[in-house]
């Protein structure tokens, strides 16, 4: 293969791959907003944001597995 085709082959690789990951770091994003606000919330007095900012709290935790689930 000519080296024009490896060099055009290997960018469309690299494009494909940022692509891809676009999507996780948004939603991780939009993820760490939704818990700071409930923290926030929290910290001022709102025990509905108390309660779901432990639950997101503890799923983090499971899923990295640092707690095991009941």
Do not use: Q, T
């Amino acid at each position: 293969m000519s080296p024009k085709i490896l060099f055009a082959l290997l960018g469309l690789v690299l494009i494909g791959i940022g692509v891809m990951r676009v999507p996780a770091r948004a939603d991780a994003f939009a993820e760490e907003e939704h818990m700071r606000r409930l923290h926030f919330d929290c910290d001022h007095g709102d025990r509905r944001a108390c309660v779901n900012f432990g639950v997101l709290i503890g799923e983090h935790r499971v899923a990295a597995g640092i707690i095991r689930p009941l």
